[in-house]
């Protein structure tokens, strides 16, 4: 066995000096170009770039690996390459191990400084006032539907989306022991709480809920006290030494939370874009039947439509849409322009490629 496995080892070894020089040449390279975008002050994390090239390595993978594992690596070499001219901080919902700070590296890539806050307020207080450059929050569930806090800020901030990532989420129940003796209390995000509510019907449903600030800060506190339970991801019952009692507890096995980079970048077309809106209309008849024909008009696809109401005492509603493209694009950009002057309010949140995932 060891002599038919030498050569291949020796070939294996060969590969990876190529791979390490080649590594080296490019972050070699990143410097040249992290010298260039100081002399005109561009920003270090251009996201429609990073989108380019990921759907480039993915669109000439040969195989046998498959593209999500191709991608995951050359995201960990830009991340790195881009940590040589500055490293970036990003600020998200703490604590550590929440499924926030898992969007953070599905986007940036480990090579960065993560800034848990307390709040969704707190990641976008951080990132408004330069603390961080970025920050990643959460839109909506596929099971709960919005974020409305996320949705309400977004309305007031001067920041714009300049990318989004989605990622499964798969909920586990844990404690400090493994297992249920003794637990009075089972905490989690209240998001959580209600991904979960049949399962925690049918096996626990006399045992307290708690709604706590995330997920993370629940696998926290069940780790400090054995009489509470938390629903949290693997990696935060890892991270606090919970054992799992049951993994995957989640109502819809399918459920997936979608994010959003939020800073002062201007993000440019990629290829593969999306927009993202806010509106209001005049209170009459037919008007958001009106307001939305500009986008039939010029052959532009609604992708989402979000209510929220304006909280001024009366019966008026915000109107969050999403469309395909990039605001530079022709269509889009006729389109937006009709909605400006048809809307009793109308602001774009941000141009931003779409998600990979």
Not at 327 to 348: N, R, S, W
Request: glycine fraction near 6%; charged fraction near 20%; proline fraction near 5%.
């Amino acid at each position: 066995m060891n002599d038919k496995l030498k050569p291949l080892r020796e070939k294996i070894d060969a590969i990876d000096a190529q791979i390490l020089q080649l590594l080296n040449e490019r972050a070699k390279v990143a410097q040249e170009v992290g010298h260039v975008k100081a002399e005109t002050n561009a920003p270090v994390f251009r996201p429609e770039r990073e989108a380019q090239v990921l759907r480039g390595v993915a669109d000439r993978n040969p195989g046998p690996m498959v593209s999500f594992d191709v991608q995951t690596i050359f995201r960990e070499i830009m991340s790195a390459c881009r940590a040589l001219e500055k490293r970036v901080t990003v600020a998200y919902l703490g604590p550590a191990g929440t499924f926030s700070e898992q969007a953070v590296y599905q986007q940036f890539g480990t090579a960065v400084e993560g800034l848990p806050c307390a709040s969704i307020d707190e990641v976008f207080r951080a990132t408004e006032a330069g603390t961080a450059e970025f920050g990643v929050v959460p839109v909506e569930n596929s099971s709960e539907g919005a974020i409305n806090r996320t949705l309400d800020l977004m309305l007031q901030t001067t920041l714009l989306i300049s990318g989004e990532v989605a990622i499964p989420v798969h909920h586990s129940l844990m404690s400090k022991t493994g297992s249920m003796d003794g637990v009075k209390v089972i905490c989690a995000h209240s998001q959580a709480l209600a991904q979960c509510q049949v399962w925690l019907n049918q096996n626990y449903p006399n045992v307290e809920r708690r709604a706590v600030a995330s997920n993370a800060e629940a696998a926290r506190m069940a780790g400090d006290d054995p009489a509470m339970a938390a629903i949290a991801s693997e990696i935060a019952g890892t991270r606090y030494k919970l054992g799992v009692i049951k993994p995957h507890i989640q109502d819809d096995p399918h459920n997936r939370t979608r994010f959003a980079i939020i800073g002062h970048l201007q993000t440019l077309p990629s290829g593969k874009d999306q927009t993202s809106i806010v509106l209001a209309v005049p209170n009459k008849a037919g008007a958001v039947y009106q307001l939305l024909a500009p986008l039939a008009k010029h052959g532009v696809s609604m992708t989402r439509f979000e209510s929220r109401p304006a909280r001024m005492g009366t019966w008026e509603y915000y109107f969050y849409v999403d469309v395909e493209g990039h605001v530079h694009d022709t269509g889009v950009a006729k389109a937006m322009a009709e909605l400006k002057d048809q809307a009793a309010f109308f602001k774009i949140l941000g141009s931003y490629p779409v998600s990979l995932t």
